[in-house]
């Protein structure tokens, strides 16, 4: 982590709304919070997370898999793009792509993933909906140190949010939703301000 002068930088990952996003963004504003989004990127054109990230004079980026003959060629080009800038933490906030070996090893143990589920329930692209069908009572959110799994790396935060009897998956995603974006905000300013350890997949703050 950087100096306790200069802010965090942080390279956020999207592929969707980016109301996490808007989260890191608006809690960047206060200088005190210790970090600042230096830019984004996003695995597709034309979404409004990108928007979010124009109307904050972020600088953004766009690689899609699609537009590279290998799965392992988009890493290595996406991991270049976001060394471009430099971050001392890399948040994908919605990003709906798994990160490859290259970028593993250039930004493991500094990239955070946040997943609509209290992991190491419902992992995957479906967390809210695999919640409902199964049946939970409770689930939630979880901020997580990314590894080469899917929604498997040591865990920062978690929050918890009820299941609703007239819930649909919107519904429930929604609420999930509000618990992320704070989570998020709350705990990458904290990372940014005091740094963190793992040992043994447990993650805890330098305070
Ligand atoms: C979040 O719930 C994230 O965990 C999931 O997709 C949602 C993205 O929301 N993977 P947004 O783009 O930040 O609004």
Redesign the pocket.
């Known amino acids: 982590m950087p100096s306790s002068s200069s802010p965090a930088r942080l390279v956020v990952l ?8 808007q989260a890191l963004l608006d809690a960047c504003e206060d200088p005190a919070y210790g970090a600042q989004v230096v830019a984004v990127g996003a695995d597709r054109h034309d979404i409004e ?1 990108l928007r979010r990230a124009d109307r904050a004079g972020v600088p953004t980026f766009v690689k899609q898999v699609r537009d590279y003959e290998s799965r392992d060629n988009w890493d290595r080009v996406l991991t270049k793009a976001v060394a471009g800038f430099e971050p001392d933490l890399v948040v994908l ?2 990003f ?1 792509k798994l990160v490859g070996p290259t970028f593993i090893e250039a930004f493991g143990g500094r990239t955070v993933n ?3 589920a209290l992991s190491p329930s419902f992992p995957g692209m479906s967390g809210p909906a695999d919640a409902l069908e199964y049946g939970v009572k409770v689930t939630g ?1 979880t901020l997580f140190v990314v590894d080469a799994g899917v929604d498997t790396g040591p865990i920062v935060a978690q929050s918890a949010v009820p299941v609703l009897d007239d819930d649909d998956v919107d519904s429930l ?1 929604e609420r ?2 509000v618990a ?1 974006r704070a989570m998020l905000a709350d705990n990458v300013g904290l990372m940014a301000r005091v740094g963190f350890t793992i040992t043994d997949r447990k993650v805890r703050f330098n305070r």
């Open positions: 999207v592929s969707g709304s980016g109301t996490n996003l997370g906030a919605g709906m946040t997943h609509p959110c995603h999930i939703k992320e």
